[in-house]
Nanobody
Framework: QVQLVESGGGLVQPGGSLRLSCAASGFTFRRYAMSWYRQAPGKERELVATITSAGGRTNYADPVKGRFTISRDNAKNTVYLQMNSLKPEDTAVYYC????????WGQGTQVTVSS
């Protein structure tokens, strides 16, 4: 019943932009902090960005600071990741995560940055 469905991934040129969405259902979305993680081939999954339940605070991993923006719309049960100035090293599967008493994970969406 709990679902987190990522969308918006795809192939983009270096320097380009992409916006990922994660649509949530089956739980009280507004109570959950939300995060984006990514995992590149052969690498460990890493935290990219987090946002508090009401959207009042955000945090970013150093490699994406100034380029990525996490946001949420609690009325739409959706969290977003706006990615600008994309680099080949941003290539990964991107996952959304909901965190409260328990954690929920989406199944991921592929982002490929290549010329």
């Amino acid at each position: 019943q709990v679902q987190l469905v990522e969308s918006g991934g795809g192939l983009v040129q270096p320097g380009g932009s992409l916006r990922l969405s994660c649509a949530a259902s089956g739980f009280t979305f507004r109570r959950y902090a939300m995060s984006w993680y990514r995992q590149a081939p052969g690498k460990e999954r890493e935290l990219v960005a987090t946002i508090t339940s009401a959207g009042g605070r955000t945090n970013y991993a150093d490699p994406v600071k100034g380029r990525f923006t996490i946001s949420r719309d609690n009325a739409k049960n959706t969290v977003y990741l706006q990615m600008n100035s994309l680099k080949p090293e941003d290539t990964a599967v991107y996952y959304c995560k909901a965190s409260y008493a328990v954690d929920y994970w989406g199944q991921g969406t592929q982002v490929t940055v290549s010329s």
